[in-house]
């Protein structure tokens, strides 16, 4: 059984290509999401971070963060 394909062009700054780590210059979708999932995921990690300092969390322990 054939799977009919499409093809989705996508344009972005050659800062963005070398940001999100891109070598190959054809991706397949999964790809695409796996590497943007990664970067999304990065973002977010350092943003609760940044909060957690913020917000004097950093300093406490996970008990008084439950508690």
């Known amino acids: ?11 972005i700054s050659d ?7 891109l070598k190959a210059g054809k991706l397949t979708f999964s790809d695409f ?12 990690l350092d943003k609760g971070i940044e909060l957690a300092d913020k917000y004097g969390l950093s300093k406490m322990s996970m008990k008084e963060i439950i508690d």
Do not use: V
């Open 15 to 21: 800062i963005e290509y070398n940001q999100f780590g």
């Open 33 to 44: 999401i796996d590497i943007m999932s990664k970067k999304l995921t990065r973002q977010n």
């Open 1 to 11: 059984m054939e799977i009919d394909m499409r093809t989705l062009n996508l344009s």
